[in-house]
C-alpha cells in the first residue's frame, strides 16, 4: 500500500498564484522528499526535509513538515506555466533506504 | 555528469518474449533502485540494490522478473517471458548512500507488451 497520500489529486491555478499540495503518511520517517514529474519524463528531486525539521524553503518552493500529524505540504509561490507538472510525496522510513511514493498531485498552471 | 542512464527509451515486444531493460546510475552513486509506474498503481519500487548487492526484492512481481547488478555502473532488469500487464514505465534511479540525499532518475523505459 502507497505511504503517502496527496491531496489534491489535481489542481489546477492561474500564472501568479500559489499552489498548495499536501502529503499524509502512516509511520514514522527518516525524511519527506517532494519530486516533480514532466510529462513523458524522470522525476526530479525538488527539497528534502528531515523528521526534525518543520519547515524549508528552495527558492518559491515551501516545505513544511508535522511530524505529529505526520503531514506534509508543499507550496509553489507566484507559479509559472513551467511548473505545470505532476508532484510526488515520497517517505524514507527510519532504518530503511527506499523511498515510498504517493500517488502525486498534477498540476495545471493557465497562463 | 550525464545523470542516470536507461536503455531503451521505448521498447514494444510480444507476449511472450523477454525484455532486457538498461540502467548506468551516476559515479559515486552506491544504490541503485528500480521502479515501475502505472497509471493504477503509481510508483512501485521493485528491488534496489546497495553497493551491487540486492537489498531488498520483495516488490517484484513474480519469478519472470528478474535484475543483477553485475558492477557499480551497470544494472539489468529482464522480464521472461513478458506478458501485456506488464506494460508499464520502468524507471531506475541512484543516490549516493548518504543519509539525507534525494534521488536521480533517469528517463525511464516505456515497455508495451502487445
Known amino acids: 500500500s502507497q505511504q503517502g497520500e496527496e491531496d489534491p489529486q489535481a489542481l489546477s491555478i492561474q500564472e501568479g498564484e500559489n499552489a498548495t499540495m499536501n502529503c499524509s503518511y502512516k509511520?514514522?520517517?527518516?525524511?519527506l522528499q517532494w519530486y516533480r514529474q514532466n510529462s513523458g519524463r524522470g522525476l526530479v528531486h525538488l527539497i528534502l526535509?528531515?523528521?526534525?525539521?518543520r519547515e524549508k524553503h528552495s527558492g518559491r518552493l515551501r516545505v513544511t513538515l508535522d511530524t505529529s500529524k505526520k503531514s506534509s505540504s508543499l507550496l509553489i509561490t507566484a507559479s509559472r506555466a513551467a511548473d505545470t507538472a505532476s508532484y510526488f510525496c515520497a517517505t524514507q522510513i527510519q532504518g530503511a533506504q527506499k523511498l515510498v511514493f504517493g500517488q502525486g498531485t498534477r498540476l495545471t498552471i493557465n497562463p | 555528469d550525464a545523470g542516470v542512464i536507461q536503455s531503451p527509451r521505448h521498447e514494444v515486444t510480444e507476449m511472450g518474449q523477454e525484455v532486457t531493460l538498461r540502467c548506468k546510475p551516476i559515479?559515486?552513486?552506491?544504490?541503485l533502485f528500480w521502479y515501475r509506474q502505472t497509471m493504477m498503481r503509481g510508483l512501485e519500487l521493485l528491488i534496489y540494490?546497495?553497493?551491487?548487492?540486492?537489498?531488498?526484492d520483495s516488490g517484484m512481481p513474480e519469478d519472470r522478473f528478474s535484475a543483477k547488478m553485475p558492477n557499480a555502473s551497470f544494472s539489468t532488469l529482464k522480464i521472461q517471458p513478458s506478458e501485456p500487464r506488464d506494460s508499464a514505465v520502468y524507471f531506475c534511479?541512484?543516490?549516493?548512500?548518504?543519509?539525507?540525499?534525494?534521488?536521480?532518475f533517469g528517463s525511464g523505459t516505456r515497455l508495451t507488451v502487445v
Open positions: 559515479s559515486g552513486h552506491n544504490s
Open positions: 534511479a541512484s543516490r549516493r548512500d548518504r543519509r539525507f540525499y534525494g534521488y536521480t
Open positions: 540494490f546497495n553497493n551491487n548487492v540486492p537489498i531488498d
Open positions: 509511520t514514522s520517517i527518516n525524511n
Open positions: 526535509i528531515r523528521s526534525n525539521e
